[in-house]
């Protein structure tokens, strides 16, 4: 399943109030700051720009050993807020993880004040495929630009810690204050479905149709029905299987 997809709609923006001039001015500046970054860090950096639906990849020196051509000097611009030439070469559970993750940190940031929202960001370690086709953890991190979360960067850079294991160790963390955030910090995401949203998924993971399940809620078809288009909306994906996928790996069952 391809899991990048299903977060295309919780991304979307309805940008008509951003102002473009203000948009290619913060643009302009955080191209520079990629590139120093990718230089200095020899990361692979990608910018996303939600308003524009388009990403910027910055490949420094790490990219050589995943057979990606580093170009400091030249940013490769993608028409999708997706780094596929990169995602391509991550583990399959690893970046389906990583999503999950992103869903939630996304969640988080909404429900906190704006002006705290730039004080956290993601940090994991992802299985990537090497030149030679092995796997190598490297780490990587989310975080946002702007307190409107119109603007995201994702960072791969080499991690010291080769050993193996099979989970992805990703968390939220308090830049300022080096903390991670715990569950119950960003239980909110917990509740990004509505009681009776759980209520209809749970029937659904059970394989009931939405006539059987108006019948059991005593509600019409027409309420389930929409209250499945909210669901699918809410987790960003197009179908009641990858919900119920999206849903269970967030425990929201």
């Known amino acids: 399943m391809d899991v990048t997809k299903e977060l295309e709609d919780v991304f979307f923006k309805d940008n008509d109030f951003v102002e473009q001039a203000y948009a290619e001015a913060f643009l302009h500046k955080s191209l520079d700051i990629l590139r120093a970054y990718a230089a200095i860090e020899g990361a692979i950096v990608v910018l996303s720009d939600l308003i524009h639906y388009k990403s ?38 690893d970046l389906f993880k990583r999503h999950i993750l992103e869903l939630k940190f996304y969640h988080f940031l909404k429900q906190l004040p704006a002006d705290e929202r730039l004080k956290y960001c993601t940090d994991s370690r992802i299985r990537i495929r090497t030149a030679d086709d092995s796997y190598q953890y490297i780490n990587h991190r989310t975080l946002y630009l702007d307190t ?62 939405s006539k059987e399940i108006a019948v059991t809620l005593a509600i019409s078809k027409n309420t389930v029905d929409r209250h499945r288009q909210n669901i699918l909306k809410k987790l960003g994906v197009d179908n009641s299987y990858e919900a119920l996928k999206i849903a269970q790996a967030m425990h929201l069952l």
């Open 148 to 209: 409107d979360l119109l603007f995201s960067v994702c960072i791969y850079r080499a991690t010291i810690n080769q050993s193996e294991t099979v989970e992805i160790n990703g968390c939220i963390i308090n830049k300022e204050t080096g903390a991670l955030v715990s569950d119950s910090e960003y239980g909110a995401c917990e509740n990004i479905l509505s009681n009776r949203e759980r209520e209809i998924l749970s029937h659904i993971q059970c394989g009931h149709l």
């Open 56 to 93: 910027y990849l910055c490949i420094g020196c790490l990219g050589s050993r995943f057979g990606l051509e580093p170009n400091i000097d030249s940013i490769s611009e993608i028409d999708s807020i997706w780094e596929e030439v990169v995602f391509n070469k991550i583990q399959t559970d």
